[in-house]
T-cell receptor
Framework: GENVEQHPSTLSVQEGDSAVIKCTYSDSASNYFPWYKQELGKRPQLIIDIRSNVGEKKDQRIAVTLNKTAKHFSLHITETQPEDSAVYFCAASIKPQAGTALIFGKGTTLSVSS | DTAVSQTPKYLVTQMGNDKSIKCEQN?????MYWYKQDSKKFLKIMFSYNNKELIINETVPNRFSPKSPDKAHLNLHINSLELGDSAVYFC?????????????FGPGTRLLVL
């Protein structure tokens, strides 16, 4: 089945720096790759996603890139701010018969210090 | 205008008890999910339902029994609770089941088994 590896597990940056989180997946049939942000005690919130027919997507300070051949995708956050501090999860879709479920990476704890 | 809601928010119970968690979505989505987040923050898919039909059961012990009375509800009943069941359980929903639809998470139910 699908397996998603995420690195690094922790990331500390200074305010204003960029942060990059990388994920790899194993199932070439996966076609949807969302990124979720989870603040302490809160639910995962979708911040950006990318589908397999697109190589890059950007939304203000956040961008995601996808390399289908290499089966990896990355989250880039520019001009980090203290409120970006949270746990970030990458995920890949699995699609048995019908429906979509997500296989998550183990998360990256991002700390942005001012 | 809560999109995905869960009750209860917190659940503290003794080993061996039976408990239920309820989930409702008012987004008109066809597909609903249960995820478990353990103490290490690892998010794992448990079940997926599409139009009240079970489509994913990811090697979850049969002490866990989901029930979907209608498209807007997916409840989770747990029999004979064990210490290892302590976790945060998230319900989620998405429109359709063709793959690549955004999943929206509920606020989570924090289950503690003593």
């Amino acid at each position: 089945g699908e397996n998603v590896e995420q690195h690094p597990s922790t990331l500390s940056v200074q305010e204003g720096d960029s942060a990059v989180i990388k994920c790899t997946y194993s199932d070439s049939a996966s076609n949807y790759f969302p990124w979720y942000k989870q603040e302490l005690g809160k639910r995962p919130q979708l911040i950006i996603d990318i589908r397999s027919n697109v190589g890059e997507k950007k939304d203000q300070r956040i961008a995601v890139t996808l390399n289908k051949t290499a089966k990896h995708f990355s989250l880039h956050i520019t001009e980090t701010q203290p409120e970006d501090s949270a746990v970030y999860f990458c995920a890949a879709s699995i699609k048995p018969q019908a429906g979509t479920a997500l296989i998550f990476g183990k998360g990256t704890t991002l700390s942005v210090s001012s | 205008d809560t999109a995905v809601s869960q009750t209860p928010k917190y659940l503290v119970t003794q080993m061996g008890n039976d408990k239920s968690i309820k989930c409702e979505q008012n987004l008109g989505h066809d597909t609903m999910y249960w995820y478990k987040q353990d103490s290490k923050k690892f998010l794992k898919i448990m079940f997926s339902y599409n139009n009240k039909e079970l489509i994913i059961n990811e090697t979850v012990p049969n002490r866990f029994s989901p029930k979907s009375p209608d498209k807007a509800h997916l409840n989770l009943h747990i029999n004979s609770l064990e210490l290892g069941d302590s976790a945060v359980y998230f319900c989620a929903s998405s429109q359709g089941a063709s793959g690549g639809e955004t999943q929206y998470f509920g606020p989570g139910t924090r289950l503690l088994v003593l």
